[in-house]
């Protein structure tokens, strides 16, 4: 894989996150992040969670696993139990009327003690304003902007 797309930058709303968080705090280690469409990661080693306005910063990260994209309904027999969503009605109400969705799969949610803000972002990456459907950053950016150094 190339540390040009080494890290993906995700696009939540805080409600998502909130969600996100949860799940973790209850002991879900694999979790899914729903996205209407195909979009998101296909590669990546780390997905970085940015909450969108009004707050616009990276709260956290976790491992990508996997990007699953299909028919709607299969995805939500097979994986639901890691989706945020709660139930099959929210899950279509999300979808507004939908037939294709993917599901970004991850493992080990870690919230970052200080967040990230988007100038900081900003300054890191280049980027003045985050695509909606999420961007590929290098390993050397992803550290920079979550503090790690592995």
């Not at 540390?3 to 993906?8: L, Q």
């Not at 209850?26 to 969670?49: C, E, H, M, S, W």
């Not at 994986?79 to 799969?105: D, G, K, N, P």
């Amino acid at each position: 894989m190339s540390s040009e797309r080494y890290a993906y930058i995700l696009l939540a709303k805080e409600k998502w996150w909130r969600r996100l968080c949860d799940q973790k705090e209850a002991g879900k280690d694999t979790q899914a992040f729903v996205r209407r469409g195909l979009v998101g990661p296909k590669n990546a080693k780390i997905v970085l969670f940015y909450v969108t306005g009004p707050h616009k910063e990276i709260r956290g990260y976790a491992t990508f696993l996997q990007r699953v994209t299909g028919d709607a309904e299969d995805l939500w027999r097979s994986h639901s139990h890691e989706a945020s969503l709660r139930s099959h009605e929210e899950y279509l109400s999300f979808l507004q009327t939908r037939q294709t969705v993917s599901f970004i799969r991850f493992r080990d949610l870690q919230e970052l003690r200080a967040p990230v803000p988007a100038k900081t972002i900003s300054r890191v990456t280049g980027i003045r304003r985050m695509p909606r459907s999420g961007i590929y950053i290098s390993k050397k950016m992803a550290h920079e902007l979550i503090g790690r150094s592995d």
